[in-house]
């Protein structure tokens, strides 16, 4: 084995490679290298691969680690070659996103139990002490989300619409929503009528890429009165985010800045709430680097600033809602998983 890591458990409060370096190098014991798999969506997804990617740039610029690629992946096929191909060229830590490439990262795991895998959003119901899995808290994205709706909805009408709540994480999503709604009536004494849909008893290989019926879904809610659209559930999510964009009502974005993603068609998107990958992945570098590995993170999330259109106090206040979140002064009351 290349290097030594020490293994504790502990649950915090919380092919296109990049450059033609040396691989050969990273068999050397004084240099510590990390890879980047990126799924299907590219390293310029405006989400979770760009930002991870922006955190392993910023771990080498501060002299964390040695050196940094990464590979896109173009097809759901790639993920294990393109894995294969770090693990085979010395890398020491091999990092992997999102829960389409959970097998794969789980397998090469196994399979190279001297290499370290960081899996960016990827819960493991199976423990592995070579896996580091990185997880976002949905519910309190979707509470965040609720809060706003109510913050800046004038019907008094506000909709949230998610991919099958047989999901859990999808479930976290809009129940969270669901919870901050709640919570930001109780505070400010208002009674905004919260509209939640998932998309439900559908073709199961539709799963997040149903865009029509995200739409449609966003235009039903739209229709009974919401102002404020929240959604979630990949291109499900983002159909939802078009809709709402086209009545020109404000929509909430989730999982990647929705706003950038989808451009022109995204232009009622005010803000998106997004897990930290960027800084969570230097913290395991740093951790790893220094001798040690913490087996389960649950990162910070962040949020894309508001539209200008939006008063200064309001991002105060959102502000103030996203720490008290974090530090667990303010519970959403979401359970992990769907009852």
């Not at 759901?76 to 020491?92: P, S, V, W």
């Not at 899995?133 to 706003?148: H, I, K, N, S």
């Not at 290989?205 to 809610?221: P, R, S, V």
């Not at 068609?265 to 040690?292: H, K, M, P, W, Y």
């Amino acid at each position: 084995m290349k290097k030594s890591f020490y293994f504790v458990t502990f649950l915090p409060f919380v092919l296109i490679l990049s450059a033609c370096a040396q691989a050969s190098d990273c068999f050397r014991e004084d240099v510590f290298c990390a890879g980047l798999v990126t799924d299907v969506l590219g390293i310029e997804d405006h989400g979770m691969n760009q930002d991870t990617w922006a955190g392993l740039q910023d771990a080498k610029a501060s002299g964390v680690v040695d050196r940094v690629e990464y590979i896109e992946s173009n097809d759901t096929r790639d993920y294990e070659k393109n894995i294969a191909y770090f693990a085979e060229h010395g890398y020491d830590v091999i990092v992997t996103t999102g829960v389409g490439m959970s097998d794969e990262t789980l397998r090469a795991a196994d399979l190279k139990p001297d290499t370290v895998f960081v899996g960016i959003n990827q819960p493991y119901a199976e423990v592995r002490p070579n896996i580091i899995p990185v997880t976002f808290a949905e519910d309190q994205m979707g509470f965040f989300a609720g809060v706003l709706a109510v913050r800046i909805s004038k019907t008094q009408v506000v909709g949230g619409v998610c991919e099958t709540s047989g999901i859990d994480s999808m479930w976290r999503y809009c129940e969270g929503f669901r919870a901050g709604a709640a919570f930001a009536n109780q505070q400010t004494g208002q009674n905004v009528n919260v509209l939640v849909t998932y998309r439900e008893n559908e073709d199961r290989d539709k799963l997040f890429i149903d865009e029509a019926w995200g739409y449609a879904a966003a235009q039903g809610l739209i229709q009974r009165g919401a102002d404020v659209i929240f959604a979630a559930g990949g291109a499900t999510g983002q159909g939802a985010l078009r809709a709402a964009s086209d009545a020109q009502v404000n929509a909430i974005g989730t999982e990647r800045d929705q706003g950038e993603a989808l451009a022109e068609s995204g232009s009622g998107v005010v803000t998106s709430i997004l897990g930290s990958a960027s800084f969570e992945v230097q913290n395991v570098l740093r951790l790893l680097r220094d001798g040690n590995i913490y087996q389960t993170r649950l990162s910070q999330i962040k949020y894309v600033p508001l539209n200008q259109k939006f008063p200064e106090n309001l991002t105060q206040e959102m502000d103030t809602l996203l720490l008290a979140l974090w530090i667990g002064e303010i519970k959403t009351g979401v359970t992990f998983e769907k009852p």
